[in-house]
């Protein structure tokens, strides 16, 4: 087990790293940047989609203003097409961590993504995540061939669990489940869980945003519309048009695959506006369902205030 770091020996008062987190447009953003304000701290991303430059409007990324009044991290950091795992992640924002407290400053971490807040919590050790470059290439040769069907539902005979958590179409995590099957010989599942041995590096706490979910549905709506909008069309096209490789995560990023079809002339623009918003609910279900897993969150109501959510990081 990692030897958890004090935090009063970079900064006072404060005994954990928060961590705000909760479905998709609960309000995650707003609540982090006042809690910046507020400790004269910097947020970090915990995003898998703000990684990637360009991607703005579909990403909900924070305004240029926003990002001119507190310090990011972890947000435009990769080109769309560029491979970027868990351990990726980890590996620099635990070196922003490093960074932000060694300057005196409080990491608020903010982000919905599942994998990167039980990964930073747990302190997920990934280990050695190279896998041989020839079965990567000859799986790749076989989704072209055969299609991603087919390989999910070889995955969900070798690891049913991964399979439940892993949508057939997001293909980058398909191809590694099962490359660390044949590689290994153990299940995407038996791995994850072997890596929770490292234990956290940080001591952080998890807020996690709780709403009635029908209110959660009509803001997912309303924020689609307003994607629209900002230019979510005119982005896409862009990262259509681009040399980003495929297939890549980017291309699988809801806000962003359902222009596909209608890029092909197959379905008009109000069904892709349509599939956002229900792909968009689906995904924030599969959150609240990822979250309220976890025992350890503290759950905050919506609009709760940020001296409210420092008052539980404060020092005893």
């Keep these: 087990m990692t030897d958890m770091k004090d935090l009063s020996d970079y900064i006072k008062g404060y005994d954990y790293i928060p961590i705000i987190t909760g479905p998709t447009a609960s309000g995650k953003s707003s609540l982090a940047l006042d809690l910046c304000k507020k400790t004269g701290g910097e947020l970090v991303s915990c ?21 001119s009044q507190v310090l990011h991290h972890m947000t435009d950091i990769v080109d769309p097409g560029t491979d970027f795992s868990v351990k990726d992640y980890l590996d620099k924002a635990l070196a922003a961590v490093k960074d932000i407290l060694e300057r005196g400053k409080l990491p608020v971490f903010c982000g919905g993504t599942g994998q990167y807040v039980s990964a930073l919590y747990y302190g997920l050790d990934y280990g050695d995540s190279e896998i041989a470059e020839e079965i990567t290439a000859r799986l790749a040769s076989e989704l072209e061939e055969i299609g991603s069907d087919a390989l999910y539902e070889r995955l969900k005979k070798i690891d049913p669990d991964a399979a439940a958590k892993i949508h057939p179409n997001n293909t980058r995590r398909l191809l590694r489940a099962l490359a660390v099957f044949e590689a290994t010989g153990k299940t995407f599942t038996q791995k994850n869980l072997e890596s929770k041995v490292k234990g956290s590096e940080y001591p952080f706490k998890v807020f996690y945003i709780d709403l009635d979910r029908q209110f959660l549905y009509d803001r997912i709506n309303k924020r689609v519309d307003i994607m629209f909008e900002e230019g979510l069309e005119e982005e896409a096209k862009k990262l259509y048009s681009s040399d980003a490789k495929r297939p890549s995560t980017c291309f699988q990023a809801i806000g962003y695959k359902e222009f596909e079809d209608y890029f ?41 205030k940020a001296d409210q959510v420092i008052e539980e990081i404060v020092s005893k």
Excluded: C
Aim: charged share 35%; no cysteine; net charge positive.
């Design 264 to 304: 092909d002339g197959n379905i008009p623009i109000e069904e892709v506006r349509d599939k956002i918003k229900l792909n968009s609910r689906h995904y924030a279900k599969r959150q609240m369902t990822w979250f309220r897993a976890m025992p350890e969150i503290v759950r905050i109501p919506y609009g709760t």
């Design 47 to 67: 995003d898998s989609m703000q990684i990637y430059k360009t991607l703005d409007v579909g990403t909900a990324k924070d305004s240029i203003e926003e990002r």
